[in-house]
């Protein structure tokens, strides 16, 4: 049982080594994307209420879809740059 756990330990030793390295490469972008889309999207909230007042349900759709997309992003992108 013993040469079970310590043939493990070197496996878990590069496991915890490689982990940073995806967090660099691919996590940290799609948190920085994230974040600068949930600070860019409510700039086009606004225009959308202003010119067409949700008058008609294709606008109306497109408003509620920024809206969630505004969230998303917001929950993905809250831990951007976060120490």
Known sequence: MS?????????L???D????DVDRSVVAPI???AFWAAVALP????PLLLAT?????????AFVAL?????V?????HSHYRD
């Open 43 to 46: 700039f086009l909230h606004l």
């Open 67 to 71: 809206l969630v997309l505004n969230v």
């Open 31 to 33: 948190t920085a994307v």
């Open 13 to 15: 030793e590069r496991l």
């Open 53 to 61: 007042g949700l008058s008609s349900e294709p606008y109306a759709n």
């Open 17 to 20: 080594v490689s982990l940073p």
């Open 3 to 11: 040469s079970r756990t310590s043939g493990l330990t070197p496996s």
């Open 73 to 77: 992003s917001l929950l993905v992108g």
